[in-house]
């Protein structure tokens, strides 16, 4: 571990925080914090300030990320392999960051991020909350989202009715949700259809498709009856996005139901997979 005693105070500091300094510096450093009141004082800012970046490092880590940002670090080429040139020895320091400064720097990069996501052109609009805010298909939505996030979860109970029993699955929801479907055909797009589901949301019965893909994300198409008439929604476009969380969901108004996609926020197909289904069901 490379010496700290010529560093400046800060920095030892910063590292004894960090718990990245010798034992004979620690003990040295620690006496020094005993008997000088201006270190005391250095010490408890630099502490505070430890604490305050990592509660908004866990407060970042825990909002949505944009649909775009997402799909844009997916679908991104990574860069090719840097040539290292031979280039002349020089001294170098072995100093390790304080968390304050690593937090620092991931707040910076996280907000270049954004800024880059939301300048991808050639994506479908994403809904957000305030968007949302009286929108009559707000409440079913949440129950979707909520729904998904038990059931997707689960492995012997994923669906209620097996694929196995198509025709009676077609019956079973159609006589249920009053409306008339077709159970769309994703093997080429890697997905099997594993069976359904029958629920409650926002009220309103809910059908409920259930596919796997070959990481075994379960991706759903769920239906009801037409919730808001399109003559209510003249701007709405015809695909709409949103997120919550790590739950991804795109929406779109039938002639006689509404309908929603929902899996995971990183599948960056998400979107143009909906688009499928929505001409097939």
């Not at 729904?147 to 029993?165: C, G, K, M, N």
């Not at 080429?188 to 990481?215: I, K, M, W």
Request: contains cysteine; charged residues 25%.
């Amino acid at each position: 571990m490379e010496s700290l005693r010529n560093a400046p105070l800060d920095m030892r500091i910063s590292a004894l925080l960090d718990n990245e300094i010798s034992e004979p510096e620690r003990i040295e450093l620690e006496a020094l914090l005993a008997a000088d009141p201006q270190a005391r004082a250095l010490n408890d800012m630099l502490r505070k300030a430890d604490d305050e970046a990592r509660l908004a490092f866990k407060t970042m880590l825990k909002e949505p990320v944009s649909l775009d940002l997402v799909r844009s670090i997916k679908t991104a080429t990574p860069p090719r392999r840097a040539v290292r040139l031979p280039q002349a020895r020089r001294p170098r320091w072995h100093l390790r960051p304080s968390f304050s400064l690593v937090c620092a720097a991931s707040l910076l990069m996280f907000g270049f991020g954004t800024a880059a996501g939301y300048m991808v052109a050639g994506r479908p609009h994403m809904v957000t909350y305030g968007d949302m805010a009286g929108d009559p298909v707000r409440a079913w939505l949440d129950d979707v989202a909520s729904y998904y996030r038990l059931y997707s979860r689960q492995t012997r109970h994923l669906v209620e009715v097996p694929a196995s029993e198509s025709a009676h699955i077609v019956d079973w929801l159609m006589a249920t949700t009053g409306v008339s479907f077709r159970i769309p055909n994703l093997s080429a797009d890697n997905l099997d259809f594993v069976g359904a589901r029958l629920f409650s949301a926002g009220g309103r019965p809910v059908g409920q498709l259930v596919y796997r893909n070959r990481e075994g994300e379960v991706i759903a198409v769920s239906f009801t009856k037409l919730i808001a008439p399109q003559s209510q929604q003249p701007d709405a476009p015809p695909l709409r996005q949103t997120i919550r969380d790590d739950i991804g969901l795109v929406t779109w108004q039938g002639l006689q139901a509404s309908y929603v996609v929902t899996g995971p926020s990183s599948d960056a197909e998400l979107d143009t997979l909906a688009a499928k289904i929505a001409g097939i069901i």
